[in-house]
């Protein structure tokens, strides 16, 4: 098991919803909650792209292409983040990895979980 633990993955019509949950392991669950937490998405061909994240203090930022679309939020009592991602469009299709950020700049990743997407 990897420090983050991904689920939620998979298939969704266009318009759908679907909710990333990303899990901190028990090996750094004592840094969870000042860390930021994040999203990357990656499509064939495409560069990858930063999607949501929220820091510590649950201010978030969006990338243009998911605003009003995509929520990030996170439980600390819980060691866990969350991507809600509704009205799906085909161009959100991708591999999804969540990341955290800790106060001292060390960075762990998901392994990753696959969001298609059809028309």
């Known amino acids: 098991q990897g420090p983050l633990v991904e689920s939620g993955g998979g298939l969704a019509q266009a318009g759908g919803s679907l909710r990333l949950s990303c899990r901190s392991s028990?090996?750094?669950?004592?840094?969870?909650?000042?860390?930021?937490m994040g999203w990357y998405r990656q499509a064939p061909g495409l560069e990858r792209e930063q999607v949501a994240q929220?820091?510590?203090?649950?201010?978030?930022n969006y990338a243009d292409s998911v605003k009003g679309r995509f929520t990030i939020s996170r439980d600390n009592s819980r060691k866990t983040a969350y991507l809600q991602m509704n009205s799906l469009k085909p161009e959100d299709s991708g591999a999804y990895y969540c990341?955290?950020?800790?106060?001292?700049?060390?960075?762990?990743w998901g392994q990753g979980t696959q969001v298609t997407v059809s028309s």
């Open positions: 990341y955290m950020m800790t106060t001292n700049d060390q960075t762990f």
């Open positions: 028990r090996a750094i669950l004592s840094v969870f909650s000042p860390a930021t």
């Open positions: 929220i820091t510590g203090d649950k201010i978030t």
